[in-house]
């Protein structure tokens, strides 16, 4: 038998049209629509300086440049921080500088709620000069015209990565929260635009080890290079490889499992109860010849158009073999009973053989007197 479902993890996702936030981006998968933003600003003591802060997903590609006090600093760094516990992280693409630079740590931050965080720590104040921050990006936000020192971390969560020559140094935060946090994501995708890095959602609290993760969102998909893998739409329907799910849990595709479990009711033992109603044989033979089909099945165009229900034709198929089983137990009798009328018309044709044989006998006696 085989059965067509009419029916979806991955280094690429995203998320679209949440409740909590009007806030709409710019699908990253497709990589079209990066935002900028640049600023240039004068520090006027050592100390942290917020250069962005958001109520919705930030992140992007970040360069910084500043030569003054016989420092010079160019870095290039790449940061994403979520709102609502979710974290983020912040890794170093690129850091050169003379005499330690003029910037030397990049702070990401968050209150615990939809504000994030964007800081950098200026090492030095000695006859300063104007710094340049370029951003890029689809969840880049615009940067704070005048970033003044003294910038307190956010009172959620905070990770710092401090600058060193070359390449590649990350750090990171974790998320967490209470058993009924929702985490809130915007309708954007999560897009690692250098490449070998393996993206993570963690849902982590100090004291009680892993939380559960909730991703709350009208439509959710998870792909992997652009190729869809599971969706879950807004009504709660599951969609492997298809994005119209019709049931709870539709398949495009072939489903192997070593075992499937199917809970019903009305499972068709009424077949054997003494008031059952078997149909005559001629009742089906005339049936088949006008339909094609047997009573109760379903067509071979209702299966091409609808699919089957693998519950209802269990169950069909079972009333079917109990009532074929019902025909032969009939049949049986049938045969059996003509076995016996067969062995008695035997025995008489046997005795009425001997009474003749025996007055032929009889007669030829006769006539030979």
Same mark, same amino acid.
């Given at each position: ?38 600023? *240039? ?47 983020? *992280? ?280």
């Amino acid at each position: 038998m085989k059965i067509i479902f009419i029916l979806p993890f991955a280094l690429w996702a995203f998320f679209s049209s949440t409740e909590s936030t009007a806030y709409t981006g710019t699908n990253l998968i497709n990589k079209t629509a990066f935002g900028t933003s640049t600023v *240039s600003f004068t520090p006027t003591a050592i100390g942290w300086y917020r250069i962005a802060s958001s109520a919705v997903p930030q992140g992007g590609r970040i360069e910084i440049s500043g030569t003054y006090d016989n420092r010079a600093t160019d870095v290039e760094f790449q940061y994403n921080m979520g709102t609502w516990g979710i974290g983020g *992280s912040v890794q170093q693409t690129r850091y050169s500088s003379f005499n330690h630079g003029v910037v030397d740590q990049i702070r990401i931050s968050s209150d615990g709620t939809a504000n994030s965080y964007l800081d950098i720590h200026i090492s030095s104040a000695t006859s300063p000069t104007a710094i340049t921050i370029t951003g890029s990006g689809a969840l880049m936000p615009a940067f704070i015209a005048s970033p003044v020192v003294g910038a307190n971390a956010g009172t959620g969560f905070s990770a710092v990565l401090t600058l060193n020559h070359g390449f590649n140094t990350t750090a990171a935060l974790t998320s967490y929260g209470g058993s009924a946090t929702w985490l809130a994501v915007p309708s954007v995708s999560m897009y690692y635009e250098k490449s070998a890095d393996l993206g993570m959602i963690n849902s982590w609290h100090p004291s009680v080890s892993w939380k559960p993760l909730h991703i709350k969102a009208a439509n959710i998909s998870f792909l992997s290079y652009d190729i869809l893998g599971l969706y879950q739409d807004a009504s709660g329907k599951v969609g492997i490889g298809t994005t119209t799910p019709r049931e709870a849990l539709s398949v495009n595709g072939t489903v192997r499992a070593k075992e499937m479990k199917v809970e019903l009711a009305n499972w068709p033992d009424y077949v054997f109860k003494p008031n059952y109603r078997l149909p005559l044989l001629s009742e089906v033979k005339d049936y088949i010849d006008k339909h094609q089909h047997l009573p109760e099945m379903p067509s071979e165009t209702e299966v091409a158009k609808n699919g089957i229900s693998l519950g209802d034709i269990a169950k069909l198929q079972t009333k079917k073999i109990e009532e074929l089983t019902l025909y032969l137990i009939e049949k049986d009798k049938q045969i059996r009973m003509q076995k016996e009328e067969n062995a008695k018309i035997k025995t008489e044709l046997n005795q009425l053989k001997q009474q003749q044989d025996a007055r032929i006998s009889a007669l030829e006696k006769l006539l030979l007197k």
